[in-house]
């Protein structure tokens, strides 16, 4: 096992997996820690890893009152062996044969499992419309920004690139001569977020209604955040139906 420190809080694990029978985009793991005194802790955290990746990677945002989070992120050191349970997880998932548009919403590190499923995407050379918003603090926590920039950025290149459009928004600190959107999501943001066509196009929505009503959407993120984006997402015209969410708690 080999760590990678994604943020100043966040970590991914990249582990060998013996007898791995494989994942979907979008499914988690479940570690389970045992101490000395045998108490036993458990947490699900998310698969970053394309299914075709080599290895297994699972990415662990630390919480400061967490019970798992912090020893994963902190304190796991190269070689060490670890307790999991998975792959888990059916109805947030997605790959390429499902085909799209489709639409990501991510709240902090509910960029995980959504990575994943770009990270698929890539593998694949697809050329599926996407789009993902990321909701973070400031850019120390926007995590993968750097690989998602190379996916989708000025410089980007390859199969792929040009149908996918990433943003952020910071709702506390913006990067300097920042002029993308900033604060919580809300609805004057999606509506310029998701114009009519696919992403490259000069085209906008009426307002108040989706470009694509049959996107397949995925909303990842706390719980707040995530009920906030649904019914916004809902309000525009998406099909509740294709509208998947995953939230998290405290861990």
Request: glycine share 12%.
């Amino acid at each position: 096992m080999e760590t990678v420190r994604e943020t100043p809080r966040t970590t991914t694990l990249v582990l060998d997996a013996p007898g791995w029978p494989g994942h979907r985009a979008g499914q988690h793991v479940d570690f389970r820690l045992t101490a000395e005194d045998g108490y036993q802790a458990q947490r699900s955290y998310s698969i970053a890893s394309a299914p075709e990746d080599p290895e297994l990677r699972v990415t662990v945002d630390r919480l400061e009152d967490g019970e798992v989070s912090p020893f994963l992120v902190d304190d796991v050191l190269a070689g060490d062996q670890l307790e999991l349970r998975g792959p888990i997880g059916g109805p947030f998932t997605w790959s390429v044969d499902d085909g799209g548009p489709l639409l990501l919403l991510a709240g902090g590190s509910g960029i995980v499992p959504l990575m994943a499923m770009l990270r698929h995407r890539a593998a694949r050379g697809s050329e599926v419309p996407a789009r993902l918003l990321h909701s973070v603090r400031a850019p120390r926590d926007a995590i993968f920004r750097r690989e998602l920039l190379g996916l989708s950025g000025p410089s980007a290149a390859g199969p792929g690139t040009a149908s996918l459009d990433v943003r952020w928004t910071f709702t506390r600190a913006a990067p300097p001569d920042w002029d993308g959107f900033s604060g919580r999501i809300d609805a004057a943001m999606l509506e310029a977020f998701e114009p009519a066509g696919p992403p490259g196009s000069s085209g906008t929505a009426p307002a108040g209604r989706a470009h694509d009503p049959d996107a397949l959407v995925f909303v990842c993120g706390p719980t707040p955040f995530v009920e906030t984006a649904a019914e916004l997402l809902v309000a525009r015209g998406h099909d509740p139906g294709h509208v998947h969410t995953e939230r998290f708690g405290p861990t």
